[in-house]
């Protein structure tokens, strides 16, 4: 099983980046969490998009769903060149009707999850959990071969974090603003309350991301660890989590 960050920021992709995107692997099967503004170049870095076999989304916000529209187009082109004879599935939660049917087009089709509930894409175990967001959105907990990942996607902290984090061998957090700032009034998490949520689920390593266009981003990593001890990461293209299946 293994995890890469594709797109870390929030709102918008800086120079030659992207917003969130985070390739999920096993074997042969691999697929996307969100897809957001710039992820389907930075995506190329790593893999054919012909070899993709689903995309999962988090919620219909810009900064995670902004290239699914070419994806789409990549898809149609592929099947055109016979490189693709299956419909892309590209799964989300169906709060939102009309950005749903959205989701499928000529080679892809939409495929709602279970809100609050698991199911199994591709090799994996997959359970979800709504979070505060202004848009409907959702958390993943992602399990395969004991083995356990944990997307907050967008969200302020909220007490069921804790129990659906716990004991996660990695957990993926949003963290938009640096620690004393409001995050929940926008929907988002502060470096001090994702420090607090990885030492209370007992995770095993924690990646920041999502993360803000201002300050110095050294700032959140300091700010977490002075309440989570174990292993901290900044998000980056091409960081990489890996265990053996
Ligand atoms: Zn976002
Ligand atoms: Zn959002």
Known sequence: MEVKVIGFWGAYPEKNEATSCY???????????DLGSGALSRLQNYINLKDLDAVVLSHFHNDHIADVGSLQY????????????????????QKDP????????????????????????GPFNFTFLATKHPKHCYAMRIELDGLTV?????????????TFSKGA????????????????????????????????????????????????????????A??????????????????KD
């Not at 390739?23 to 969490?33: A, S």
């Not at 959205?102 to 894409?121: C, D, E, F, P």
């Not at 949003?174 to 929940?184: D, L, P, R």
């Not at 502060?190 to 993360?211: D, F, I, M, N, P």
Request: glycine share 8%; with cysteine; charged share 20%.
């Open 98 to 121: 009309q950005a749903f049917q959205q989701l499928t087009h000529q080679a892809t089709v939409g495929r709602a999850y279970q809100a609050n509930g698991s199911q199994t894409i």
């Open 150 to 162: 944990v997307y907050t996607a967008d969200t302020s902290y909220f007490e069921e974090l804790d």
């Open 226 to 243: 002075e309440h989570f001890t174990g292993k901290i990461e900044l998000a980056h293209e091409g960081l990489t989590w890996a265990r």
């Open 23 to 33: 390739l999920l692997k096993r074997g042969d099967y691999q697929l996307v969490i």
């Open 169 to 224: 061998d990695l957990l993926i957090a949003e963290t938009s603003f640096y620690k004393g700032m409001n995050g929940k009034s926008a929907g988002h998490m502060t470096s001090e309350e994702v420090g607090r949520l990885a030492t209370k689920a007992g995770v095993k390593e924690l990646w920041l991301t999502h993360l803000p266009h201002f300050g110095d981003h050294q700032q959140l990593l300091s700010e977490a």
């Open 74 to 93: 990549a898809c149609l082109v592929e099947e055109q060149l016979k490189q693709r004879s299956n419909k892309l599935p590209i799964y989300s939660h």
